[in-house]
């Protein structure tokens, strides 16, 4: 019997760390108690499995209690275990999905290279190695379609194939692991649940393009994926899949981790290479690419942690079982994270071409509290809303694209009916004027200037041109900007704008924000009828705004709300009514 | 910021380490030494030797951004053009436990603005000052990697989730009595 706990960053989290602890104290003798990566029902965590010689059970929500339960189970002993099975419904939405990135996540020790090797686990590379020359690699990538998960979407192969015709004497492969978008977190699941397919898609990466350097650049917020990762090279190097002579062959290659210091724009590659070389960074002009030009000048291959991730599987599987997923412009399988008003949020890794319906509705549960659905929002800051009459996109590169968002990095934010359209849009813009790198004018002025003109409509006093205004703005910064960063900046504008410009009518025009999420446009008023002078809303205003006697209905003075809402926290009977 | 730190380099007063003083009497730059060799030529490296300066001391003053840059031969202005470019560096000390607040798209959806007033309500300080206990500073940021479990705080390498204003403060309030408690003891 073998006791296996979820403990991904969003399991800890949860508290698994502590009934880890807890299980390992006092499961009885001879059956360890060992930890896995994120299996993605992050909205069960705790996880804990048990694994015996017939069976395989999933317990869910484990809290101590549970936790004490399934020890009696284990022991033999009479107890309530079941009642923190998972459900069957929950069971059958994992076993629905098709996992080539996320295979072994949350089903392997990721602190033990031996269970990666158990499950094929560098045996793609070896083939690699031993079998097969570096065109040939890319070849299998190119039949199978692969592009890259990082957001732009660009094919793996073509990129594999420039670096490795690129003249040099050095070149680096490099893995981007900052997953700046905010509201996406598949690339940490991958490197704390899986490291060693990065690893092993990296050396074969290597081996193709002729490279003897790998650098991991991960975000400083993910603490425990750089942890994880250390590890795992250290036990690549004891067996010798990294350094010299690896697979007895002529070829070496090492993996050393990079450390982000916290920059969003540093997820482009160009001001990756540069935060690298240990600069501001700031992207640099295309062309040259990195494939001929990258770190310290020299072709550098560089791919998103889920691109890597998938190369093993399309090694051992073929490239054409990799194409045969998917559709026409877009192959094989994406994972998203599911998060915002969604009822079940994690990770779901699906074949591209199913609908966004399948996912919120199918996988994602539906919408959180019984409420209804808005838009979700895919491709991050980047990228664009999709309204609920969309509901049935297809999720492919080029159908979200003419929807007016994007792919991105897999990163969808669900929306109900109380997310103000408007505030997310600034909130986008609030985002990326920040993280604008401040090199060139139309990103760092134009996008403050889109930012000050949606904080003035949000804030009730938007002028009758501000939408005109908005979109002429937006077009010039696509425009006029040298990144990404600042072309993509005004998308989430953008598709508010044409999604949802009856929000933005109703904030100039009627000064309303449906939604309730606009302080400054809400009202504040007492209902007599449920009021009932328990006085507890005026001790509780810190502007003195409410007045009444005891036991008589209670009143707000407009003049002096400050709309901080706390009179409608504390009321016990709802009579605080917002408008 | 300051501007003329290059006037105020300890390094400019003597070549001997030992007497270096810096404005904040708790730096002891022996700790940061054995880093200052490792990465001494090699190229690139600045970022990883503020990382680990940053993690001996809390936070980056400029006397000692002044003295890394006079022990690598990287120009001062460009030490502090990277230190002002990446969020995770700071140049004011910072309370004895960081809240980094995630104010991500995930969690700003799910209210991470209310957690954040209840917070300064509490803790009666804006993003990046120290409270009066000394106890606290909170940053926001975006994104903490677990945002099916929004809004989340994380607090030391402690990650909080499903976070309500009410729970928020709890949970500060009972690492303050912790504190408090291991102060007497
Ligand atoms: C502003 C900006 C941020 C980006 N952030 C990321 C990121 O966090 N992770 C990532 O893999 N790619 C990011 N990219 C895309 C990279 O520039 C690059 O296309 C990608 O790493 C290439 O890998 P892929 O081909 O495997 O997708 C970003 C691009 C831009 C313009
Ligand atoms: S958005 Fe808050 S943790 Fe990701």
């Known amino acids: 019997m073998k006791i296996t706990v979820g403990k991904g960053s969003c399991g800890i989290a949860a508290g698994a760390g502590e009934i880890f602890s807890l299980l390992e104290q006092k499961a009885p003798a001879g059956c360890p108690v060992v930890v896995t990566g994120c299996i993605g029902m992050c909205y069960l965590e705790p996880i804990v499995n048990i694994e015996t010689d017939d069976k395989n059970i999933t317990f869910v929500k484990v809290n101590a209690e549970a936790a004490d339960e399934i020890l009696k189970y284990i022991n033999g002993e009479e107890n309530k275990a079941s009642q923190y099975i998972i459900e069957r419904e929950d069971l059958d939405n994992l076993n629905s999905q098709q996992r080539i990135a996320l295979q072994n996540c949350g089903i392997i020790d990721p602190e033990n290279i031996g269970e990666y090797i158990a499950r094929e686990g560098y045996k793609a590379a070896e083939k690699c190695i031993k079998e097969l020359t570096p065109e040939q690699v890319i070849d299998e990538i190119k039949i199978s379609g692969l592009s890259g998960r990082g957001g732009a979407g660009f094919s793996t192969a073509f990129k594999w194939n420039a670096a490795r015709s690129s003249k040099g004497d050095k070149k680096y492969v490099i893995c981007n692991a900052d997953e700046g978008d905010p509201g996406a977190f598949m690339d940490r699941a991958v490197i704390e649940g899986d490291p060693h397919a990065v690893i092993e898609g990296m050396l074969i990466a290597a081996y193709a393009i002729g490279a003897d350097e790998g650098i991991v650049y991960v975000r400083a917020e993910y603490p425990l994926a750089i942890i994880r990762l250390e590890l795992a090279l250290k036990q690549a190097r004891e067996k010798n899949l990294l350094g010299e002579n690896i697979f007895g062959c002529d070829f070496c290659f090492d993996i050393r981790i990079k450390a982000g210091a916290g920059a969003f724009v540093c997820g482009e590659e160009t001001a990756l290479i540069a935060s690298l070389e240990g600069e501001r960074g700031m992207p640099r002009l295309k062309p040259p690419f990195p494939a001929e030009k990258g770190f310290w000048k020299k072709p550098s291959n560089i791919n998103n942690v889920e691109t890597y991730s998938n190369v093993p599987w399309i090694i051992r599987n073929g490239g054409a079982a990799f194409a045969s997923m998917g559709t026409e412009n877009s192959k094989g399988t994406k994972v998203f994270a599911l998060t915002g008003k969604i009822a079940k949020g994690g990770l779901v890794e699906i074949p591209m071409g199913k609908t966004i319906y399948d996912v919120v509705y199918g996988v994602g549960g539906g919408i959180k509290d019984g409420k209804k659905f808005k838009a979700v929002q895919m491709g991050g800051p980047s990228g664009g809303c999709i309204p609920a009459e969309l509901i049935d996109t297809m999720i492919d590169y080029k159908t979200l694209v003419a929807a007016g968002a994007m792919m991105g990095s897999g990163g969808m934010v669900v929306m109900d009916e109380t997310t103000c359209m408007v505030d997310m849009a600034r909130f986008f813009l609030d985002f990326t004027v920040k993280e604008s790198c401040g090199k060139c004018i139309h990103c760092r002025i134009g996008n403050q200037r889109m930012l000050e003109i949606l904080d003035r409509i949000c804030d009730g006093n938007g002028r009758e041109d501000d939408i005109e205004l908005l979109s002429d703005l937006a077009l010039q910064i696509k425009d006029g900007s040298l990144c990404a960063l600042g072309q993509t900046a005004p998308n989430p504008v953008l598709t508010t704008l044409r999604y949802f410009l009856n929000e933005y009518e109703d904030h100039i025009k009627n000064k309303k924000c449906t939604a309730h999420q606009c302080k400054a446009l809400l009202t504040y008023f007492i209902d007599n009828d449920k009021c009932t002078g328990c006085t507890l809303c005026a001790k509780k205003c810190p502007n003195k705004a409410i007045s009444g006697e005891v036991k008589k209905a209670h009143s707000i003075d407009m003049e002096k709300c400050i709309k901080c809402g706390k009179c409608a926290d504390a009321c016990r009977f709802k009579a605080v009514v917002v408008d | ?185």
Not at chain 2, 67 to 77: E, L, M, V
Not at chain 2, 134 to 159: E, H, Q, R, W
Not at chain 2, 171 to 183: D, P
Request: charged residues 20%.
């Open chain 2, 1 to 185: 910021m300051e501007r003329n730190f290059t006037c105020t380099c300890p390094a400019e007063q003597t070549d001997q380490m030992q007497i270096y003083k810096f404005s904040d009497p708790a730096i002891d730059i022996t700790l940061l030494e054995p880093y200052l060799i490792k990465y001494a030529g090699t190229e690139g490296s600045l970022i990883t030797v503020l990382q680990k300066a940053q993690d001996i001391y809390g936070y980056l003053p400029v006397d000692l951004l002044a003295y890394i840059s006079r022990r690598t031969g990287i120009k001062p202005a460009k030490v502090m053009g990277v230190v002002t470019f990446y969020t995770q560096f700071r140049t004011k000390p910072v309370g004895k436990n960081l809240i980094l607040l995630c104010q991500g798209t995930a969690c700003h959806v799910n209210g991470s603005s209310d957690i954040e007033a209840a917070i300064r309500d509490y803790l009666k300080i804006e993003e990046g000052e120290i409270s009066e206990n000394g106890l606290f500073t909170y940053n926001n940021v975006a994104c903490l990697g677990c945002c099916s479990l929004s809004p989340v705080m994380m607090i030391g390498d402690k990650t909080y989730g499903k976070l309500t204003k009410d729970s928020a403060v709890k949970i500060l309030k009972e690492i303050a009595q912790q504190e408090q408690k291991e102060a007497v003891e």
